[in-house]
């Protein structure tokens, strides 16, 4: 079995993720302490006890997601299971910075500290108004890419997430992701709805944000991953540390091409992916993207049992 490790991103979190894990795990528990000195706060009374409407701001989901991830990770080496059991690892947008930390490329504090000024920055990008995303479901990547050049009129609307083969999100100026939920419906799309986001992620309005993190990830150290990470704008692994710098800033402002990524790797003969973290998007989407990879969420302590018992079996 070639199994990658594949790590959530925004829209995942939930109030008291991670919890269990944290009391079940000492490695676990020790992680969100990291993050919560990190950061200077904590962060983790938040995760466990604060309000939806709270975490879910980009400042707060990024690290928070993060920290349920790595605290799965640290899990699952409890048990034996390090991130050398995986070929590959990815994540979905802020889940790449996850992988990079699970993969030891980056420290669990500069990690938190980064997506804090990663969530600050993409959220001052833009004012709240000026910019949109929407969900295209029904299309592919090709004809949703169509519909967005068709919708910009001068604007900025570009293909943000090409997530699986229905479901594309495209991000710019309000009103040209408006203009391109009429013109994807034209084109056949099954639904075209705008999402509840706080600004218009993975397009050309975040340069100001790119900009941000070019400068933040200059200061801190990144080495090789233990094992190579499948990068969002590439499609392809990388084990570089500068290429992985560049490409994290690239990330910023340009696509995650997710459906592909999920094909390199089954391409390179990955037939499992784990999800380590929040919820279980991800795997729907692998499913989706590639019937013949399986998936196993890890989010509990009953999915890590689960999962080493696979492993010895």
Known sequence: MVRAFIFP??????????????DTYPAA????????????????????????????????????????????????QAEGVTVGAASFVAGHSLGEYSALAAAGALSIGDTARLLRTRGLAMQDAVPVGVGAMAALLGLDFETATIVAEEAAQGEVCQAANDNDPGQVVVSGHKAAVERALEIAKEKGAKRAVLLPVSAPFHCALMEPAAQVMAEALGKVEITQPQVPLVANVRASAVSDPLMIRDLLVEQVTGSVRWRESVSFMAGEGVTEMWEIG???????????????????????????AAA???LNA
């Open 9 to 22: 991103g925004q829209g995942a979190q939930t109030i008291g993720m991670g919890k269990a894990l944290a």
């Open 29 to 76: 528990k020790a992680v969100f302490d990291e993050v919560d000195e990190a950061l200077g706060e904590k962060l983790s009374a938040l995760i466990w006890e604060g309000e939806q409407d709270v975490l879910t701001l980009t400042q707060n989901a990024q690290p928070a997601l993060m920290a349920t991830s790595l605290a799965a990770m640290a899990a699952l």
């Open 278 to 304: 929040a919820g279980k998007a991800l795997s729907g989407m692998v499913r989706r993207i590639n019937r013949d990879v399986a998936t196993r969420a890890i989010g509990a302590p009953d999915d890590i």
């Open 308 to 310: 080493v018992e696979a």
